[in-house]
């Protein structure tokens, strides 16, 4: 890989390898000398590789010149140190100037930072912004891309953010193994956040799009990888990913428009993905616990099956009727809906509509349109007439605008 | 909106009355369908099923095995729901899969506050 290429690669998967270790070594108070050193390390990279090419072990490089950056930095700031120093000295290890990028430690501090980050003291949406800066190395500038918003607001929410984390005094460590359940809760739901930011967003940049999901993927492993977090639910979520995350390419055309599930190329799945998610749902099915991701991972796992089929649609249904008891969401009570009327048929499936009352859910109204599309199209088209007039984007607009064309044209 | 309880009441005794195991696949199927369906109104609040292991104390201190001696109609199980009314809760519950067999019940009561939470 030429230099050009491989410096925003090795920034996604080493900068926050730096920053976990320095940051866990110098504590929270000081996340933003850590992600100067982190910035400053990757920018020595890109000077020197331009003229000197690019080293052998690249990565080992970048600890090196971080190691040397974050000693100067507390060389420079011996002064000042020796005034803070007594209060830190007894959280330091032995030799106060090694800085330890050995793979443990490495693995270690990636996983508590991961727990630093989403602290219950912190709001959801910065915990997301955290996570995408911190640990996925993401620019200021495409997390504002990500969110929709700009860069102002977006380096105003990670400032509040690490302020917060400050102020509460969050130690950068691991939950105790009791506090472990609980603390996993809002790691694995930033973690889902994120790899729904790649999936759903409006965002119009594709790469950015599937680097946020592959990179959701990659911090749910760190935490199978760890035995105290590898946990059923855990698994679960891995499993979700992976089943979304093979149509991946299918569910996008070339001008970037979204393809959907009934008419996209199934030769474009990609396979591997789906036989990964398989084995962590297998791997998920220990023990008592029954989280929202195994039941979200099942719903996925049917969708890997292309063909109708009367147990597939039995099996979706089931989950979802398990999810809304765990967790209700107007899409889970729509979603469910639509199984009902491939397993019980139309009739049935539109009296349970009518009562949702999601009158304000323009999906409500589509769905509505498809379940009377063969009963009554002019129900049908009422309904797809009031979906349009509440409908968001313009994908969306489009879309109806297809459904009604081809009712109408049929009738 | 108030919280009501359903319970649900079924011949656990009769050997005859017992569903086999594909049978009782297929219930608890109906079953989870049923709930789902109230849990899609977001008016599902909790419930268990109960097993049929069970002890009944009686004044005397007598202790006899089983919650259903001489009842045909013991508790299976029972849901929390919301609703805004009896009637409301009366609605949802009649569709009660467990109400396709004869001799089967669900009793709608309205919680009350009684214990602190």
């Known amino acids: 890989m030429h230099s050009a290429e491989l410096i925003p690669h090795l920034f996604r998967t080493e900068y926050r390898k730096i920053v976990s270790v320095l940051c866990r070594r110098f504590g929270f108070q000081k996340i933003e000398v850590t992600e100067d050193i982190a910035s400053d390390t ?38 000042l140190e020796e005034k803070i120093l007594p209060e830190i000295k007894s959280e330091m290890h032995s030799d106060e100037n090694e800085i330890d990028l050995s793979p443990q430690n490495i693995s270690d501090s990636q996983l508590q930072m991961m727990f630093a980050v989403c602290h219950p003291a912190v709001s959801t949406e910065s915990q997301i912004g955290l996570a995408l800066r911190i640990l996925c190395g993401f620019g200021i500038e495409e997390i504002a891309d990500a969110f929709q918003t700009n860069k102002d607001t977006i380096n105003k929410r990670l400032l509040r953010a690490k302020e917060k984390l400050r102020a509460k005094k969050i130690a950068i460590e691991l939950p ?20 729904n930011e790649g999936y759903y967003s409006i965002s119009k940049n594709k790469n950015l799009r599937k680097e946020l999901c592959l990179e959701a993927m990659r911090l749910c492993t760190m935490l199978i990888e760890n035995e105290p977090t590898n946990k059923p639910q855990v698994n679960a979520l891995l499993s979700l990913m992976c089943f979304h995350a093979s149509r991946f390419d299918a569910r996008m055309n070339e001008q970037d428009e979204l393809v959907i599930y009934e008419e996209q190329d199934t030769a474009l799945w990609n396979v ?49 009727d398990l999810l809304l008891q765990i967790r209700y969401s107007p899409v889970a009570a729509l979603n469910r809906t639509y199984a009902l009327s491939k397993v019980y048929g139309n009739e049935t499936a539109i009296r349970e509509a009518e009562r949702l009352g999601l009158t304000e859910n323009h999906f409500y109204y589509l769905l509505l349109g498809e379940l009377y599309k063969e009963i009554d199209p002019k129900q049908a088209l009422e309904n797809l007439e009031k979906a349009f007039a509440l409908a968001k984007t313009e994908t969306e607009t489009q879309a109806i605008r297809k459904k009604i064309a081809t009712i109408s044209h049929l009738h | 909106m108030e ?28 079953y989870q369908d049923w709930v789902g369906g109230i849990a899609a109104l977001n008016k599902f609040a909790g419930g268990k099923g109960l097993s049929t292991e069970g002890k009944v104390v009686t004044y005397g201190d007598v202790v006899t095995d089983g919650p259903f001696v001489e009842l045909k109609e013991s508790i299976a199980g029972f849901i929390i729901i919301k609703a805004e009314s009896l009637e409301e809760a009366t609605e949802l519950a009649s569709a009660c899969p467990i109400l396709k067999g004869p001799g089967n019940s669900v009793e709608v009561r309205k919680i009350s506050q009684v214990h602190p939470n």
Request: aromatic residues 12%.
């Open chain 1, 42 to 79: 990757f920018l020595t990279a890109v000077q020197s590789w331009g003229i000197e090419g690019t080293p052998p072990n690249p990565a080992g490089w970048l600890y090196q010149v971080a190691k040397n950056k974050a000693k100067n930095h507390l060389h420079r700031h011996a002064i």
């Open chain 1, 176 to 195: 105790a193994t009791t506090e472990i359940e609980a603390r996993l809760e809002p790691v694995l739901t930033t973690i889902y956040l994120l790899f």
């Open chain 1, 272 to 320: 591997d993905l789906i036989s990964k998610g398989g084995y962590f749902l297998q791997r998920s099915a220990s023990g008592n616990t029954l989280s929202r991701y195994h039941l979200e991972a099942g719903i996925a796992y049917w969708h890997t099956q292309k063909a109708d089929s009367a147990e597939k649609w039995k099996g979706i249904l089931q989950n979802y």
């Open chain 2, 3 to 30: 919280e009501y309880i359903v319970f649900m009441r079924l011949d656990l005794i009769t050997k005859d009355a017992q569903p086999s195991p594909e049978q009782m696949q297929v219930y608890m199927k109906q």
